[in-house]
């Protein structure tokens, strides 16, 4: 039977560590002056009884009392191992805690939600890739907007291929990263056909206009993906988690950009010229 009366609270701990005495594992305590007094006096009045340590309305150890103990702070002896004795110091500074734990609410979170959040960031690549497509082929008509379109395909399998080979997890930020790298494909492709479309206006033959369009173009693609991937790069080195992988997947994307943007388009429209050999240009 364990009385109701609290002798003295754990706010009046000041410390519980494990140690040795005569190479035997004890705890260790010390009570603030206050405890101090009040656990000297409730010593002296229970000599060989058992006092109880209750954590959480729960008995943790009964320890008998030996003999008085005046100074404020004594020892918790017994068949201890050394794992035991740090058990019960960590449980004794537990309760020294100055407020109680209260659980205000509670929730578990199953992979369902984890595999919804998957499904719905796919969803999300897959319209915003479906209405970048379809603007392009719109916008910059059946040649030119098919030519970044198979661009970003090939950009796209790019991303993959690097990321399989480097064995990187493909993560609901990745997948945020790969909608970004849509948008990056694009934006350069969007940069070297208005280049083209300026120099057709002002008079320049289509192959001078593709010639110095894609020239020209290039500079500001290659200025703008740098300065992306250097941030992508402060991103991996100070970020942790979810970011690194948004990182990863960005830093990725913009090395597959500037291959697509200087080699991949620019074969292809020059295959494509070649080919149809246009008095005028399409765009």
Known sequence: VVKRQVVVGGESLVDAQPTLQTNEPVVSFRFDSAGGRKFGQATQQNVGQLLAIVLDNKVISAPRVNEPILGGSGIISGSFSFQSATELAVLLRAGALPAPLEVIEERSVGPELGADSIRAGILATIVAGIAVFAFMMVYYGP???LIANLALVVNLVLVFATMSFLGATLTLPGIAGIVLVIGQAVDSNVLIYERIHEEVKNGRSPISALDVGFTEAMRTIVDSNVTSFIAG??????????VKGFAVTHCI????????????????VAYWYIWRRPKVLPI
């Open 233 to 242: 790069i402060a991103l991996f080195i100070f970020g942790t988690g979810p």
């Open 143 to 145: 040649v030119f907007g």
């Open 253 to 268: 994307g913009i090395i597959t950009t500037m291959f697509t943007a200087v080699t991949f388009t620019r074969m292809v």
